[in-house]
Nanobody, 130 residues
Framework: QVQLAESGGGSVQTGGSLTLSCTAS????????MAWFRQAPGKEREGVAS???????RYVESVKGQFTISKDNAKNTLYLQMNSLQPEDTAVYYC????????????????????????WGQGIQVIVSS
């Protein structure tokens, strides 16, 4: 069973930076698509960025140029570098993972297909104050 644990959240002032980490355990020899999601107070969860097993990356339009997703396969760790943070970035951030191939089908590694992510972290709070 894959388990994900986020760290690195906290409070920061407008314009500041934070780096979130997500450490995975219980991986098998399968390939995984990984992603970050967030849920702001009173809003639905939204995808932020994804990174596939081949290193291909996608971002939601609103964070392009501001956030950077990366991973360290040797450490089984996913990162989200967040710069120029604004109050609207305040949210609970979730790490998610899903197998690249499910039932013989290679699914796109995109956050709009949230159901393709079988494993989720518990979430970590990021608060950006003005």
């Amino acid at each position: 069973q894959v388990q994900l644990a986020e760290s690195g959240g906290g409070s920061v002032q407008t314009g500041g930076s934070l780096t979130l980490s997500c450490t995975a355990s219980g991986y098998t020899d399968k390939e995984y698509c990984m992603a970050w999601f967030r849920q702001a107070p009173g809003k639905e969860r939204e995808g932020v960025a994804s990174i596939n097993s081949d290193g291909s990356i996608r971002y939601v339009e609103s964070v392009k140029g501001q956030f950077t997703i990366s991973k360290d396969n040797a450490k089984n760790t996913l990162y989200l570098q967040m710069n120029s943070l604004q109050p609207e970035d305040t949210a609970v951030y979730y790490c998610a993972a899903g197998e690249v191939e499910i039932f013989g089908l290679r699914l796109p590694c995109i956050t709009t297909m949230s159901h393709r992510f079988a494993y989720w972290g518990q979430g970590i709070q990021v608060i950006v104050s003005s």
